[in-house]
């Protein structure tokens, strides 16, 4: 079941932070609201389930007008960054819990629990209370009662971020697994980037209550739209620079201090100041004075295992970051002059 919002606003006491926020999310999806703390994810999954009402606009859920249904007839699963699990009730009776709300004979509810603990890898421990688990494991029976009731959506609002990075990975496959297999329409919320990327059918990137952009992970990484989702989405470097005018897709000179560097333009530009976008892992260090590099001088070098991550100062005093792979390059000391070189398919150019 797709779900489908049109120009809806949400506001806390007259103060809105959703506005005119346009949606489509294709049936059976993983979709992801990408954004930095505040700006608006837990609001928009929250008037989806029909906690948070809608001041304006439309929602539906295949085709099915739900703006003002209560969230109980809204035919969807939560799971929250903090289980919410009821603390004195054992695993069994935590997921047994919407089943037994909507009357299901008691054998029909037993096989339904213990079918959904087995998809989670929790089996052998419906009898033990919340309290006794590990987080990973919490949020596991969180999530077996969300799937349990076999919702049409299922709604996850930065579920992983209470776990630490072992644990974060093991319930990330799990809920890719659970998902992908039950091909249910999926909401989730998070600002971790790789979750983000790795997780996701599509992605929107949320800044102050609007989406910025939607598209896939690689059309977000790749052709982010401005220089919000290219700074969020990927770390960029950001450098104001001077463009002529662009038609879309185009590439062409830019002047980054006084020197002419090739970009493409993902979206037309006019002529004038703009932003260049080149991702650490796009720049490449060359030897002083190459043709066609700009020069700077290492000023900070740090040893990442598989990379080594650099940053450089050109002769303007601006700092750009550089990732390279460990090992071939580590002849660029700190203190060494260095050419910098960039990709002319992969740095892009922005209106600022
Ligand atoms: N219950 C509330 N009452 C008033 N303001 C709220 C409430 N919940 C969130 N806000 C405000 O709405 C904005 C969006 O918050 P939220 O949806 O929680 O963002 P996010 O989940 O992306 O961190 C923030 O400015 C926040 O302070
Ligand atoms: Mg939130």
Same mark, same amino acid.
């Given at each position: 079941?797709?779900? /489908?919002?049109?120009?809806?606003?949400?506001?806390?006491?007259?103060?809105?932070?959703?506005?005119?926020?346009? =949606?489509?999310?294709?049936?059976? @999806?993983? %979709?992801?609201?990408?954004?930095?703390s505040g700006c608006g994810k837990t609001t928009l999954l929250r008037t989806i389930a029909g906690f948070v009402p809608a001041e304006r606009g439309h929602l539906r859920f295949g085709g099915t007008e739900v703006t003002h249904l209560p969230p109980h007839k809204r035919d969807i699963?939560?799971? %929250?960054?903090?289980? /919410?699990?009821?603390?004195?009730?054992?695993?069994?009776?935590?997921?047994?819990?919407?089943?037994?709300?909507?009357?299901?004979?008691?054998?029909?509810?037993?096989? &339904?629990? *213990? #079918?959904?603990?087995?998809?989670?890898?929790?089996? $052998?421990?419906?009898?033990? $209370?919340?309290?006794?688990? @590990?987080?990973?494991?919490?949020?596991?029976?969180?999530?077996?009662?969300?799937?349990?009731?076999?919702?049409?959506?299922?709604?996850?609002?930065?579920?992983?971020?209470?776990?630490?990075?072992?644990?974060?990975? *093991?319930?990330?496959? !799990?809920?890719?697994?659970?998902?992908?297999? #039950?091909?249910?329409? !999926?909401? %989730?919320?998070?600002?971790?980037?790789?979750?983000?990327?790795?997780?996701?059918?599509?992605?929107?990137?949320?800044?102050?209550?609007?989406?910025?952009?939607?598209?896939?992970?690689?059309?977000?990484?790749?052709?982010?739209? !401005?220089?919000?989702?290219?700074?969020?989405?990927?770390?960029?470097?950001?450098?104001?620079?001077?463009?002529?005018?662009r038609q879309a897709g185009e590439t062409g000179p830019v002047v980054l201090d006084g020197t002419a560097i090739a970009a493409r333009a993902p979206a037309a530009l006019a002529a004038g100041r703009a932003t260049l976008v080149a991702r650490?892992?796009?720049?490449?260090?060359?030897?002083?004075?190459?043709?066609? !590099?700009?020069?700077?001088?290492?000023? $900070?070098?740090?040893?990442?295992?598989? &990379?080594?991550?650099?940053?450089?100062?050109?002769?303007?005093?601006?700092?750009? /970051?550089?990732? =390279?792979? @460990?090992?071939? $390059?580590?002849? %660029?000391?700190?203190?060494? &002059?260095?050419?910098?070189?960039?990709?002319?398919?992969?740095?892009?150019?922005?209106?600022?």
């Amino acid at each position: 079941m797709g779900i /489908a919002i049109e120009n809806l606003a949400v506001a806390y006491g007259g103060q809105r932070v959703i506005d005119g926020l346009e =949606l489509t999310i294709e049936p059976g @999806s993983f %979709f992801t609201l990408l954004g930095p703390s505040g700006c608006g994810k837990t609001t928009l999954l929250r008037t989806i389930a029909g906690f948070v009402p809608a001041e304006r606009g439309h929602l539906r859920f295949g085709g099915t007008e739900v703006t003002h249904l209560p969230p109980h007839k809204r035919d969807i699963g939560m799971v %929250f960054q903090d289980y /919410a699990l009821f603390p004195d009730k054992t695993v069994f009776d935590n997921v047994a819990y919407g089943l037994r709300a909507r009357k299901q004979a008691e054998g029909v509810i037993k096989s &339904k629990v *213990q #079918a959904a603990l087995e998809r989670v890898g929790l089996g $052998h421990l419906g009898q033990r $209370h919340p309290a006794a688990l @590990s987080g990973g494991q919490r949020q596991r029976v969180a999530l077996a009662r969300a799937l349990v009731i076999q919702p049409q959506v299922l709604l996850m609002d930065e579920p992983l971020s209470n776990l630490d990075a072992k644990l974060r990975l *093991q319930v990330r496959e !799990t809920i890719v697994e659970l998902q992908r297999e #039950a091909k249910i329409t !999926t909401v %989730f919320v998070t600002h971790d980037r790789e979750e983000a990327l790795a997780m996701s059918d599509r992605i929107g990137v949320m800044n102050q209550g609007r989406l910025e952009q939607v598209g896939t992970a690689a059309q977000i990484y790749r052709e982010p739209r !401005t220089s919000y989702v290219a700074d969020f989405v990927g770390g960029a470097n950001l450098v104001e620079v001077e463009t002529m005018a662009r038609q879309a897709g185009e590439t062409g000179p830019v002047v980054l201090d006084g020197t002419a560097i090739a970009a493409r333009a993902p979206a037309a530009l006019a002529a004038g100041r703009a932003t260049l976008v080149a991702r650490p892992e796009d720049i490449l260090l060359a030897e002083p004075g190459t043709a066609g !590099t700009l020069p700077g001088r290492i000023a $900070h070098r740090q040893y990442l295992g598989g &990379k080594t991550s650099y940053k450089v100062v050109l002769d303007s005093g601006r700092v750009l /970051a550089v990732d =390279l792979q @460990s090992g071939a $390059h580590d002849r %660029f000391e700190p203190g060494a &002059k260095v050419g910098l070189g960039f990709d002319p398919a992969r740095t892009l150019v922005l209106a600022s």
